[in-house]
């Protein structure tokens, strides 16, 4: 296939590191990299419409292939002309590969990750419990349970990659083994292999869709491959070098849990990945630290739902550092969140008011914390690109850390 459904272009370099900024062209429009993609899960950004979304400076959402496909289904989204038209967002979408629910919420249906189960060697299956068997991983694909109402499912790498048509998003990814952070290394890299020989499943079943695409005139879709290989060097790289001799559009890497995991994992891919393809940061965590981290070790696109969720739970990020808006401190503070925050919600509502609403149970205040939370990372990415363009990155990254975390904890990540 000649055209391609995306272009990047690196636009500038960070001499010394593997830091750029640079452009994603999508079928729906531009995404200036790095950049941090909302979390829309249900295809649709909790609490906000899609014009607040674009008001707080979000350039592209990432819907959950997972959910979708449970409900409303997506065969009904492609009847509603596809995701951007039935979530009325025209910006660039991205969708995961279900994978990550699969594993995560599959297992999470009745018991929660079982770790002895990795310590078998040679042991194929990820169950939660022997007895139910609720997820059970084989070469073809994987057994799962819905966890809406808990029957039984099996998706294989061709039925994400149909699915994600179906959907219709700009940016899809391939369908991955996900491993427990408490797996053993033969297991990871047994998970590691598999996720390889689905990629490669992945890719041919996507040209075959893309070239349905092209004979009804309808945008292209990009893939990503997904690296996996946990928290083992040998095999992260193995994983780089492996899907980057293949022909994805970007890749995405999965898998890294923990903060103090990324500048080494992030690394380790990126040194190997071809550089000319763009890098998304798959479901990061939820530390501000993390982004400047990522961006550092050239990672182009990240998504988190953690903002949006922390927003709910009243928990709300300042330059200072995180605050609890339901604190009693706040009840007479006329003053906004954050006095250095341009979003909608610090230009216009203090802090003793969003904390009576949290207080009294009223729906606009999620409303209100979600805007400032996403404005609040959105705007820090942003600003991290253009860091990068500047070359003053690293005095960004160390005023930024320093004031957020205090210079004593700020010292981890300036190492
Ligand atoms: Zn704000």
Redo the contacts with the bound molecule.
Sequence with gaps: MKKRPIEFTITSKLNGTLARTGIIKTPHGIIETPAFIVGGTKATVKTLNPDQVKDLGGQAVLVNSYHLMLRPGTELIKSAGGVHNFMNFNGPIFSDSGGFQVFSLGMAYKKGIDATSHSKKGDSSQAVNSKTQLTRVTDDGVFFRSHLDGSKLFMKPEDSMEVQHLIGADIHMCFDELTSPLAKRDYIKQAMDRTHAWADRCLIKHEELNEVHLGLSEPLQALYGVVQGAREEDYRKESAKYLGERNFDGYGIGGVFEPEEISNTVRWVNEILPENKPRHLLGMGAQPADLFLGAEYGIDTFDCVAPTRQARNAALFTLNGRINIKNSCFEKDFGP??KD?D?Y??KNFTRAYIRHLFMADEILGLSLATI?NE??VVRTVDNIRESIKDGSFFEYKKDFLERYYGIDRAKDFLA
Excluded: A, Q, S
């Design positions: 969140i954050d925050c979003c919600t610090c400032h404005r609040f």
